[in-house]
């Protein structure tokens, strides 16, 4: 794959709304970014309060930014997906990507924050084993096929449809080996977070065949070129680019950046 250089939406901010992920995501198509994402995360607890208590969701968004940007790929970064039932959101996740003329990227994590398993009523610790589950249930259903057999779902004699074509490119989020062995088993694309250059390079020499996107983030356009270049001359496939900036101020600053690289 060409390097990916993709834009975190800051959709998950204490003043984030609508509209600030709207011009974020104008400007990183006006300026020639390959694809913008999104954060999930539906419910917070006190340790996670400041970081996601107002999260702008990213489907419904993302839906609505297919009819808005006409080139850059949609892409989820990433959704919390042991707290889905995978069958409503194999149907969401198709809507958006027939909305978007198939520039979904969907990409999946297992989670983190306690608190939100607990306050939706999930457990915790069979969070791994229902992420796997749930995936073979979305592909299965996107491929037409009528009956699942698992552990978590079952269901028989079901019709689902519209079939997505192609269905949603998967990425899976997580910087543990775990993650990158799910990715390398899905044929799909690893997307960890808080990886530094020398773990890339790492696993780069570990995975040669496994396609890397790691999502960096800086506090200034300068220090996230720097950032973006160590990766790539790690051998990282491309990078998701975020600013802690306040989300008015960041699509200027996408423009430093651009300038940067």
């Not at 999946?108 to 589950?133: N, Y």
């Not at 996107?213 to 200034?220: F, G, I, L, N, Q």
């Not at 900036?245 to 423009?255: C, R, T």
């Amino acid at each position: 794959m060409a390097f990916e250089l993709g834009v975190h939406l800051a959709n998950a901010h204490p003043r984030a709304s609508a509209a600030t992920v709207v011009a974020i995501a104008e400007a990183a198509e006006e300026l020639g970014f390959d694809s913008v994402w999104m954060t999930e995360h539906v419910v917070a607890g006190p340790a996670a309060a400041a970081a996601y208590g107002n999260v702008v969701h990213p489907l419904p968004a993302l839906a609505f930014l297919a009819a808005r940007i006409s080139r850059v790929r949609l892409g989820t970064s990433v959704l919390v997906l042991p707290l889905h039932n995978p069958l409503l959101l194999a149907k969401l996740a198709a809507g958006v990507q027939e909305l978007s003329g198939g520039r979904l990227r969907l990409g999946l994590g297992v989670g983190w924050h306690e608190d939100e398993f607990r306050f939706m009523g999930c457990p915790f610790d069979e969070r791994g084993r229902r992420t796997e589950e749930a995936i073979r249930v979305m592909r299965a259903l996107w491929a037409g096929e009528p009956g699942f057999a698992g552990e978590h779902w079952q269901f028989e004699d079901a019709t689902f449809g519209p079939l997505p074509t192609p269905p949603p490119e998967l990425w899976i989020g997580g910087a543990s080996r775990r993650a990158a062995l799910r990715a390398r088993e899905l044929h799909a694309t690893w997307h960890p977070i808080m990886l530094t250059a020398a773990e890339v390079a790492q696993a780069r020499a570990t995975w040669p065949e496994l396609p890397i996107v790691p999502r960096v983030t800086e506090d200034s356009p300068e220090a996230l070129g720097a950032a973006v270049a160590a990766m790539r001359a790690a051998g990282a496939d491309g990078a998701v680019v975020g600013l802690t900036l306040e989300p008015g101020e960041i699509p200027a600053a996408l423009a430093r950046l651009r300038r940067e690289l």
